[in-house]
């Protein structure tokens, strides 16, 4: 098998700028204004949101380098990475297009083909048509897509509408970040990642939209901490995290121990360490756990989904305690 994952400096989401530098770099940027704007730059959201007569309609982007050497594989993760900032909105996505860099005088086009397929069955299990696309002559391996989405304004998910005293829930367990790396340093196949990396956030969604709840976005790049560090900015309200409900592929923690953290996992938890409190036992390797760059990670949703753990609740104040 050809190793997608030794043709990137990076994999997945671990990839991304990191938080601080991206944000000092767009920090004078504005956009447009528009009384039809009702999610834009103003607080990093998981997508933007535009009123279009009585639907929100829903508009991401998301690309990254192979997370794993399986070409089929990193299409699956990719595309359903890209949906599922449809679905930290509280929406359901109608339509997408291919984002691909291909270094074509380096990697046979038919991989390429596995991976645009791989894309197409996830944007299937999705009922997203993927129609058309913009492909580069690029050094490095890159795939993703450009999704649209539509909403119902009065039910839109978004990271600037959490309260104080409200569960904090978790759809998928942290570790994928662990395990890509480990799998690009040692080729070590761990299905339990793919497993979890492909599946939707689609129904964790829908549960959400329908049981009233206002407040989410998905975990990726920028790990747990990071994530919830921006939604508790941005609504001005604290969290307190419990390490030990937090869920956790177990393959992770072994990954964790024999030392595979990514850079961009040490970077978010830089990021964030300012604005972090902890008890006396919660230790260095917890804290990264937390910061780990997930790739196509789960829902964290302010309120309570049944059948997904509760990891802490939200807080008057701010800052964020780990106990």
């Not at 990839?15 to 920090?27: N, Q, S, T, W, Y």
């Not at 991989?111 to 299937?124: D, P």
Request: glycine share 12%.
């Amino acid at each position: 098998m050809t190793r997608l994952t030794g043709y990137a400096h990076g994999g997945g989401c671990a990839c991304k700028i990191p938080p601080g530098e991206l944000e000092d770099a767009v920090r004078g940027l504005v956009g447009q204004p528009s009384d039809d704007v009702l999610v834009g730059l103003d607080d990093g959201d998981d997508a933007a949101a535009v009123l279009v007569g009585e639907l929100a309609v829903l508009s991401t982007a998301d690309f990254f380098t192979p997370v794993v050497d399986d070409a089929y594989d990193w299409g699956r993760i990719a595309a359903a990475n890209a949906l599922s900032d449809i679905y930290a909105m509280g929406g359901r996505p109608v339509i997408a297009i291919n984002l691909v860099g291909w270094p074509r005088d380096v990697l046979p086009m038919e991989l390429m083909t596995e991976v645009l397929r791989g894309g197409l069955a996830v944007a299937a299990e999705a009922g997203c048509p993927v129609i058309g696309g913009h492909s580069i002559d690029d050094p490095e391996p890159k795939y993703g897509m450009a999704v649209t989405g539509v909403a119902d304004p009065a039910q839109l998910l978004r990271n600037d509408a959490a309260e104080p005293d409200l569960p904090l829930t978790l759809t998928k367990p942290l570790g994928t970040g662990l395990l890509n790396n480990r799998h690009k340093q040692t080729g070590e196949i761990f299905d339990e990642a793919v497993a979890t990396m492909t599946r939707l956030n689609r129904d964790a969604a829908a549960a959400a939209t329908e049981a009233g709840l206002r407040a989410a976005t998905d975990v990726t790049g920028f790990g747990l901490l990071g994530h919830l560090h921006k939604m508790c900015r941005a609504s001005e309200v604290g969290a307190v995290i419990d390490r030990g409900a937090v869920p956790v592929l177990e393959a992770a923690r072994v990954a964790l121990k024999d030392g595979f953290v990514s850079g961009g996992s040490r970077r978010n938890l830089d990021w964030v360490r300012p604005h972090l409190t902890h008890s006396s036992d919660v230790t260095e390797d917890d804290l990264l756990l937390l910061a780990d760059a997930q790739t196509s990670g789960g829902l964290l949703v302010v309120g309570e989904l049944p059948g997904h753990p509760v990891i802490g609740h939200t807080v008057a104040g701010r800052g964020i305690q780990i106990r």
